[in-house]
């Protein structure tokens, strides 16, 4: 069964570090642009970051620019989000997202993916 699984979320304090990883099942998803969206409690899911399946382009959601870095590495079929500088308003459940069709650039913009996993919750406190 071709799946996502994401690990890494915990509590940390505001201006604090976390490390999302997400873990693919195939090794078809080398392939795939790959994604991180976000939900907050009441709130609709928002984009994140996106990787092409090279790791060469990269886009990040205006809100996190600058303090947050997508990576992926291809051999462990594994992609990253590393959270610095983090803020009270990143506290959200966080998602991978994968399709073999949809670019990097247009995952921002997409909610049609082929491939989501379940989630895990990132929270920031004051």
């Known amino acids: 069964q071709v799946r996502l699984v994401e690990s890494g979320g915990g509590l940390v304090q505001a201006g604090g570090s976390l490390r999302l990883s997400c873990a693919a099942s195939e090794r078809s998803f080398r392939t795939y642009a790959m994604g991180w969206f976000r939900q907050a409690p009441g709130k609709e899911r928002e984009f994140v970051a996106a990787?092409?399946?090279?790791?060469?382009?990269?886009y990040y959601a205006d809100p996190v620019q600058g303090r947050f870095t997508i990576s992926r590495d291809n051999a462990k079929i594994m992609m990253y989000l590393q959270m610095d500088s983090l803020k009270p308003e990143d506290t959200a459940v966080y998602y991978c997202?994968?399709?073999?069709?949809?670019?990097?650039?247009?995952?921002?913009?997409?909610?049609?993916?082929?491939?989501w996993g379940k989630g895990t919750l990132v929270t920031v406190s004051s």
């Open positions: 997202t994968a399709d073999p069709m949809i670019t990097a650039q247009a995952i921002g913009t997409s909610r049609s993916m082929d491939y």
């Open positions: 990787i092409d399946w090279s790791g060469g382009s990269r």
